[in-house]
């Protein structure tokens, strides 16, 4: 018995992602609840390859070259292309012009029925992915004490050994006061004595530390998900965004007038949108809502083209 490939797989995926992050078109893909297929660039100018049976519903790129052929081969095939932009940048006006079905991309700007802006990049973490990590680790982590605080820290997140030890302590006395624990997660350990003073300064209350090089999968996720807050220092703009996937209180160990570039634009979105607040003297919580633009983008493209 042979199955049509365009009703198995009607979502098409092209680009060309750099490093181990998955791109924003891959991103986009996993949540539209269907089957998807990549497709590697070169293949699509091959006409045997957009032969009626295998015609896509559907293509999502990203990149300059992926989305340009993209668009080519939707137009053979009757279909349409959305192009997913990775990092804010690119004026709203350009976004605009460009000749896709639709653009999805990191911007303050307002949408349109051809641009669809984000609030940052899109996140592969999910609601879903994390209630599955809180089942796969609330028997792990039962043994540590409420409140939980996963503190996530990034590329410059300290200036200084000094700056990293007062940080540590601050918020080693916030825990203390309520008898928690820590969860540290270091996503960038480049700085090795940076990382030490925090820990240093952090170890004064119940730690749990996983550095990045260790042996062990990342376990921020399951961190998260077992958690009561989260508090971030440094790192770019998708490390933020991936705290507050959580449905939880998601703090800045920074201060607000050292939020500079294109993160710290996004951070005072979310500080402005009640996402996100800067540390100060407390870890109390407040109600926010979930923070899922590839969910939300992925709903707008089910109901727009029936997928």
């Given at each position: 018995?042979?199955?049509?490939?365009?009703?198995?797989?009607?979502?098409?995926?092209?680009?060309?992602?750099?490093?181990?992050?998955?791109?924003?078109?891959?991103?986009?893909?996993?949540?539209?609840?269907?089957?998807?297929?990549?497709?590697?660039?070169?293949?699509?100018?091959?006409?045997?390859?957009?032969?009626?049976?295998?015609?896509?519903g559907l293509i999502l790129a990203s990149g300059w070259r992926s989305g340009y052929a993209a668009l080519k081969a939707g137009r053979r095939a009757g279909c349409p292309v959305v192009w997913c932009v990775r990092h804010e940048g690119r004026s709203a006006p350009m976004l605009r012009s460009m000749p896709f079905d639709l653009v999805v991309a990191p911007s303050p700007a307002d949408?349109?029925?051809?641009?669809?802006?984000?609030?940052?990049?899109?996140?592969?973490?999910?609601?879903?992915?994390?209630?599955?990590?809180?089942?796969?680790?609330?028997?792990?982590?039962?043994?540590?004490?409420?409140?939980?605080?996963?503190?996530?820290?990034g590329e410059n997140a300290f200036r200084t050994q000094e700056e990293a030890l007062l940080q540590g302590k601050k918020l080693a006395g916030l825990i203390n006061r309520q008898g928690g624990s820590a969860l540290l997660v270091v996503r960038d350990d480049s700085k090795p004595g940076l990382t030490e003073a925090f820990m240093m300064g952090l170890s004064e209350t119940f730690l749990l530390v996983w550095r990045q090089g260790e042996p062990d999968e990342e376990p921020?996720?399951?961190?998260?998900?077992?958690?009561?807050?989260?508090?971030?220092?440094?790192?770019?703009?998708a490390m933020l965004v991936e705290a507050c996937v959580a449905d939880l209180p998601v703090f800045l160990m920074e201060r607000e007038q050292d939020l500079r570039g294109v993160r710290g634009r996004l951070a005072r979105r979310l500080i402005q949108d009640g996402h996100v607040r800067v540390l100060t003297d407390t870890l109390s919580p407040w109600p926010r809502e979930v923070l899922d633009e590839a969910g939300r983008v992925a709903g707008i493209l089910k109901s727009r083209w029936a997928l």
């Open positions: 018995m042979t199955f049509s490939v365009t009703k198995l797989a009607p979502v098409w995926v092209v680009e060309s992602a750099l490093g181990p992050d998955p791109g924003p078109a891959y991103v986009l893909a996993s949540r539209l609840g269907c089957l998807f297929r990549r497709v590697r660039m070169e293949m699509l100018a091959l006409d045997s390859f957009l032969e009626e049976r295998r015609e896509p949408s349109t029925a051809r641009f669809c802006p984000t609030l940052g990049p899109m996140s592969i973490v999910s609601p879903a992915l994390l209630a599955r990590a809180r089942r796969a680790w609330q028997e792990r982590l039962e043994h540590l004490p409420f409140p939980r605080v996963t503190v996530l820290v921020l996720l399951g961190f998260m998900a077992c958690s009561d807050c989260v508090v971030v220092g440094g790192g770019e703009s």
